[in-house]
């Protein structure tokens, strides 16, 4: 099936605006590569992304966005000195909230049969939280995200009732966070081998999006990675 000359040419923006933001190192390091991979294939394109993250953020009572103020941001994880000194040298305007964010990886495709495939595959892949977000069929084109279930919020100071947790809860929030962090970037790798093998299989022609034939993938689940995926120094 031949791709609608509207998605490569909007395709083409967004790969413009992401070799700006490679150059000007806006992008999480390690899921360039899967990035690469998606964009390598004709029919889909990525729009925004992150690895995973731990996050301080400070939530006023409005609780509107734009009003928010983001204190610490962590994609590689943080020792528990830095985590716990943050924290105590903050006085929140509103409430301090710890944030762990699962990676997810937003993206669009020129067809429907393309975005049913894909999301199936990451479910089959343990990837629950995936979806479409929008249909445009007069543009051809299928919005979709791609994410896992990592997710921490936990209220830990505030502007009128002060600090709420002591040192020794800290250190368990720190290791559940570092936990969360550390798995949902080995879930990505899994995503990023399984989306390898996909453009492999589709550029020797052998992948069909309207068969739901997952056995070629069963590797990658039975052969997932249990070591560090990242360096927290």
């Not at 689940?221 to 560090?228: G, H, L, Q, R």
Request: aromatic fraction near 12%.
């Amino acid at each position: 099936m031949s791709i609608p000359v509207a998605f490569l040419n909007r395709k083409k923006q967004f790969m413009e605006k992401l070799d700006e933001a490679k150059r000007k190192n806006l992008v999480d390091r390690d899921v360039i590569p899967l990035l690469d991979i998606i964009n390598s294939l004709p029919f889909a394109y990525t729009t925004s992304s992150c690895s995973g993250r731990i996050m301080l953020i400070d939530i006023p009572p409005s609780e509107k966005k734009f009003e928010s103020n983001r204190i610490a941001r962590w994609h590689f994880g943080v020792d528990f000195d830095t985590f716990w000194r943050t924290i105590l040298d903050y006085k929140p305007f509103g409430t301090l909230w710890l944030k762990v964010d699962s990676f997810i990886i937003a993206f669009a495709v020129s067809s429907l049969n393309w975005a049913k495939y894909l999301i199936k595959l990451a479910r089959f892949l343990g990837l629950k939280y995936s979806g479409i977000r929008s249909i445009n069929l007069r543009s051809n084109h299928i919005f979709m995200d791609v994410a896992s279930t990592e997710h921490v919020h936990l209220p830990i100071s505030d502007s009128i009732e002060g600090l709420l947790i002591d040192e020794r809860y800290a250190r368990f929030i720190h290791k559940v966070a570092m936990h969360k962090l550390m798995k949902t970037k080995t879930k990505m790798k899994k995503f990023e081998r399984a989306m390898t093998l996909l453009r492999d299989l589709y550029f020797d022609g052998k992948i069909d999006p309207t068969r739901e034939d997952f056995s070629a993938y069963e590797s990658i689940i039975k052969n997932s990675e249990s070591s560090k995926v990242f360096n927290s120094k």
